[in-house]
């Protein structure tokens, strides 16, 4: 029997890529989205739903055939550092609150995923080392916040459910499909630079340290979870995603830049305050329970990037 997946806020980057990657691989594909779906793809087994996401009634009736649900959604992104607590908490937060209480109008769930941050959660490790998953988690952003308060109540609501849930903490996520309108990323802002002929901010000098991860080794990860054996009822499990390798955010764009064959403009800028100085993802963990390990290289990746947009562009 065909596997069946819903994906909550499948318009946004990631979605489109794990909605293009589960149809690939043969699922039934639930999609939902605050807006309407313009997914290119007319495979008859994509159902696109559009929904507002604090209609929890709703929510149920449009999954309550899926054995999994991937819960994307999230109104603010890392650079906001200083948005309404109470409104983040609204947006963000109590929607899942509500879908995961209800859950036992879900029988056929099987496993719920949700995407938190590696990038934003750990705040500044205390020494230059891959962040393992046991380490403080101390944000200093409120989008990083919002992802601890939310994996909390996953694994409290979680308990004696008859499903399991799997947090993934990625790092920076990056490749086809990225909103270039709104940029997320070190990434999407330089490609949007070079394709609008402008120039894009760089803070620090660049120094800082981060991990990028391609999408598709990302969709890989959540289907070995999905695919893996061993069912736990009731648990949360919890893994980083990422490469385990450190490039500093001017050797970025500079990579960037040498994949186009154009130099990335930039101005300087002084630090920011939810600007963490190292973030590097261990990710033996992951590797270890699913066998999963990150297949893209970051030039590959880049590559892969650029040749979307030529394609879009063209």
């Known amino acids: 029997m065909r596997k069946n997946?819903?994906?909550l806020g499948a318009s946004g980057f990631i979605g489109q890529n794990l909605v293009e990657y589960f149809l690939g691989i043969g699922y039934e594909v639930t999609a939902v989205s605050r807006t309407k779906c313009n997914f290119r793809s007319s495979a008859p087994t994509l159902r696109c739903v559009e929904a507002n996401i604090e209609d929890t009634a709703a929510l149920l009736n449009y999954v309550k055939d899926c054995e999994q649900i991937v819960w994307l959604v999230s109104a603010t992104i890392p650079a906001s550092a200083l948005s309404n607590l109470s409104e983040d908490f609204g947006q963000n937060i109590r929607p899942l609150i509500a879908l995961l209480e209800s859950a036992a109008g879900l029988p056929k769930l099987r496993k719920f995923i949700f995407l938190s941050s590696g990038g934003t959660i750990y705040g500044d490790p205390p020494n230059l080392e891959p962040i393992r998953e046991d380490a403080a988690k101390l944000?200093?952003?409120?989008?990083?916040?919002?992802?601890?308060?939310?994996?909390?109540?996953?694994?409290?609501?979680?308990?004696?459910?008859?499903?399991?849930s799997i947090i993934f903490r990625p790092s920076n996520v990056y490749g086809p499909y990225q909103n270039l309108k709104k940029p997320q990323g070190v990434i999407g802002y330089a490609f949007k630079s070079i394709i609008e002929n402008s120039s894009i901010d760089l803070y620090d000098n660049g120094v800082v340290i981060r991990d990028f991860l391609y999408v598709k080794d990302l969709a890989k990860a959540l289907h070995l979870s999905i695919e893996h054996p061993e069912r736990n009822p009731g648990?949360?499990?919890?893994?980083?995603?990422?490469?385990?390798?450190?490039?500093?955010?001017?050797?970025?764009?500079?990579?960037?830049?040498?994949?186009a064959q154009r130099t990335v403009q930039t101005v300087a800028k002084q630090s920011r305050s939810f600007d963490c100085a190292y973030n590097v993802l261990n990710v033996e963990k992951i590797a270890s329970f699913y066998g999963w390990q990150p297949e893209t290289s970051l030039n590959d990746g880049l590559q892969a990037v650029w040749n979307w947009l030529k394609k879009e562009l063209a």
Do not use: D
């Open 5 to 7: 997946i819903a994906i």
């Open 235 to 259: 648990e949360t499990r919890i893994f980083n995603v990422g490469s385990q390798e450190g490039h500093s955010i001017k050797s970025i764009i500079e990579k960037v830049g040498s994949v």
């Open 139 to 164: 944000p200093i952003s409120s989008y990083g916040l919002s992802k601890v308060i939310s994996e909390e109540y996953i694994s409290f609501l979680t308990r004696n459910r008859t499903f399991e």
